[in-house]
């Protein structure tokens, strides 16, 4: 089953690329484009990747009784219950 996460991910980066390069020229000598590639890059990527992921796994194991729900709204819904329990 092929999912979007990775290329959505890999995608995301071409912006990343953007804005550390203008950080590196706004800021020259200091290493804040480096701090905020690795800091989107650890702290938001890989565990983002690693919850879309679950949650795909965990929705593909459910969706036997839910035939016609979409994936997006599973994440939606997972999402809310994460944040309001």
Known sequence: MIRPWS???MMMQVPL???????????PGTSMGNLVFWM?????G????ILLYTVDY??????GANEGESC?????????????N
């Open 58 to 63: 965990q929705f593909k194991l459910q969706q």
């Open 17 to 27: 690329v953007a804005i550390t390069k203008y950080l590196h020229r706004k800021y």
């Open 7 to 9: 290329f959505l991910g």
């Open 72 to 84: 997006a709204s599973a994440v939606a819904e997972t999402c809310r219950v994460m944040w309001h």
């Open 40 to 44: 989107s890059f650890c702290v938001v």
């Open 46 to 49: 890989q565990p983002m990747a």
